[in-house]
């Protein structure tokens, strides 16, 4: 069911489903990395984080689900135990997956950092299908 | 030209041109938006704070333009002087228009609060023109 | 027990232990002031949000606890559902309570929306207690 | 002059002018740090990023003047141009100085990256100076 909200929404829209939901997908991606990097993590609390990051996710319009995973492999941070052992979430230990549907089509969104890039690349890995 | 970088970022995308230009709008909105909310803004800051997200915005991937404007209309922030007369950027305070370009397609967005929605809505306004 | 680390990045600071203490306080709570407002909200994830914002503060240098709650009374949102009944974190939806400890102090602090200053103050509300 | 809505935030604190200032300033650097990680940045546009970082920290309360420097020599960015070029800020590439005062009692701080603690530590330079 469309509400009417939606209907006012889709009003301002210059492009055909596919691409709205191309749209919507990257607007999650983009929202999901710049709202969190930087936020303290470790490995005491990178799970809950990941969970945060999954469920403010799929809060957003249009999200059907969300999965985040923080590579603390990655990280900087050594093992050894101390006041100054944690580090800020960067761009390269976020990996997360977001399926977004709009009007039945379905967009499946990748974060992941590639090493032969060395960038955190947003990609669209399915849509439509 | 498209360089040996770009090449290995497209292989990764399974959708065509116009779609791929929708997406890079969207995560450059969502970006923008969930960068930037929250940085103290008054009347004297607003310009500066509006020309480095137009400037952090126009450095990512694809990006041929961008303008934002921070509309302090809606603030709460009273005019009277003081040591607390400031505010927080919020989602209604931000105009931005963005524009992207992949391989030929231009796509331009915008971002705007809508008072009928009560929503500051992201929509493609233009794509392949 | 005082790590190697730690005299080092003592000997940065020109102050007695209370001010430290009263200074790590200050860093948490702008930290997470700003690491988290903008953060996509609804009833459904504004505990798990919450746990994060805490959890992540609570692994930063000299944290023994943090307490956060996140006022959706506050919020714009309606309570109708629909893909845009969501809202982002504001200022004014957030009450944190935090206590660092130094060298034997504790400063124990709290975040939270004044209505009579329409302003989120952080203030220290115990120290050396 | 002290205003109204000042009284009314002094009543709230348990601690000395110096202790304020420390946790004023603390405040500010927790501030400066979780808001702008984060942004894309590179040469073309660090210089207007870090005047929006001193603008919207001097807008504060109780700030009398920041510094804020990005040292892009830090970034793993190369110096190549092209689509990817260019990075997030990170942690150890701020360099900033805040100078507050409360009632008369100034305190500076600043927020480096230590080499032997390969951590971004905020510290107090000096106090009532």
């Known amino acids: 069911m469309t ?10 829209f210059q492009c055909n489903k596919r691409e709205r939901a191309a749209f919507e997908l990257g607007i999650k ?21 990941a969970k945060a990051m999954e469920k403010t996710t799929e809060r957003q319009a249009y ?26 979430l960067t761009e390269d230990m976020i990996e997360a997956k977001v399926l977004v549907e709009f009007d039945g089509v379905r967009a499946k969104g990748v974060l992941k950092y590639i090493e032969e890039l060395n960038y955190p690349l947003m990609y669209i890995d399915k849509l439509d299908y």
Not at 68 to 76: A, C, D, G, P
Request: aromatic fraction near 8%; proline fraction near 2%.
């Open 3 to 12: 509400t009417k909200k939606e209907k006012i929404a889709n009003g301002y």
């Open 29 to 49: 991606l983009g929202a999901l990395f710049h709202q969190f990097i930087g936020a303290p993590v470790s490995e005491e609390n990178a799970d809950i984080l």
């Open 63 to 88: 999200v059907k689900s969300a999965q985040v995973r923080i590579n603390l492999e990655r990280s900087k941070v050594k093992k050894e135990k101390g006041i100054f052992e944690y580090t800020t």
